[in-house]
């Protein structure tokens, strides 16, 4: 974790560097890495968060920690975001569409291939889909 002092010198050193860019891309991943800084600060200080704020600090990895225990309502309900707002970052996230069947078979997965859970999630749907059928098939002629 950061401390105040390094995160104020890591927001000088993004705002020379965005001030000597002339690449309007690296001069927009360096704004959301600055509202990212803003949004860490303003919690450090124990500041409310806005919503996006709280999004911005919200991870994958903790929505996977978390979706093991509790279901979306309870999680966007604890972070006091919206609905679509919660909606949004998950889409954004690419965690839109993972139909329950992906993840079971992206659980069976893991553990078969010892794995990390999070690896096999991330490999496209036709992939998990194909790498399932094959331990199945394996499974099924060894057993």
Request: proline letters at 3%; one cysteine or more; charged letters at 35%.
């Amino acid at each position: 974790m950061l401390t105040r002092e390094q995160l104020r010198e890591n927001q000088f050193k993004l705002l020379h560097a965005m001030e000597e860019t002339d690449n309007t891309m690296e001069k927009r991943r360096m704004m959301k890495q600055l509202e990212f800084y803003e949004a860490l600060g303003d919690q450090l200080k124990g500041l409310p968060l806005t919503p996006e704020q709280k999004l911005l600090l919200f991870t994958k990895e903790k929505y996977w920690l978390m979706r093991e225990k509790a279901c979306d309502r309870e999680i966007y309900e604890y972070l006091h975001v919206s609905r679509r707002t919660f909606y949004l970052w998950k889409k954004k996230n690419g965690l839109v569409g993972e139909s329950p069947d992906k993840a079971v078979m992206a659980e069976s997965l893991s553990h078969y291939l010892e794995v990390d859970l999070q690896t096999i999630r991330e490999l496209p749907l036709r992939e998990i889909e194909n790498r399932y059928a094959a331990y199945i098939i394996n499974e099924t002629h060894n057993g």
